[in-house]
């Protein structure tokens, strides 16, 4: 039961896009478009202190996975931060997936340092490991050159008391590519989109065919992620020049693990 949050109304979007505004115009304008498509204020929350939100916070459940869920976008009104707010209202939220039946929680931050307000989201990172998020994964130069990406996670229910002997078996999945695009709020950042309906696994060929699209466009890097139990995925990825850059343990569920590489130009 939520005591603090209210489910967020289509309403409450010019409201909660001003907080968001107030921290990151990025965030603003990607979540006014979210907010605003049918079914956009869905898991989404507000925190109403005096009347008048002065919060957000919400989750997005992705497709494909056992009760995984990535934290939304989570804000407090500059003129009441630093008195608790973001941790009470992460800490209500957290409780509520658990009741949920949630299993695992991600949430993603960058390293960016303003030249006047110093590391921007250097306090919410602190609040997520005080409520035990842990990180699990960093790419550098993620979003833009020197600026990198963080990826933390929190399991939301008990661990398998064997979960190291859970018996996964690979699987030979016919992966293909099918587009290659830049990643969102990124300067430079590609990755390919595939699906698993093909007649075979990609090629190093089909992998060089897509650097060079990503190389024609100017890009920085390609990031990549498959299932860890989708077998055969790894040779051609490392043998075209891909870095394995580690994992979101147990994303799709226990056992198995979004696996990351990277090619950087």
Known sequence: MLKLLEQMQTDDIDDVVKIINSHDEDDA????????????????????????IIGVTGFVTPPGCDRTHWLSWTYIDKAYTNQGYGKQILTELINYLKQQDGRMLFVKVSDYVDDEDGAIYAAALHVYQSLGFKIELTHPDYYAEGEAQICLGLRLSDTPAMIADIDIPTENIPVQFNSVFEIAETEGSYTFGWHDEGEQLFTREDVSIGLEAVREKHGRAVFLSFPSNYNDIKDPLL???????????DYYEDGIHDQHYTYKF
Do not use: I
């Open 29 to 52: 304008e990607e979540a006014e478009e979210s907010f605003r498509a049918v079914g956009g204020c869905l898991d989404m929350f507000v925190f109403r202190h005096e009347n008048k």
């Open 239 to 249: 043998d075209s020049g891909f870095k394995d850059s580690g994992k979101l343990p």
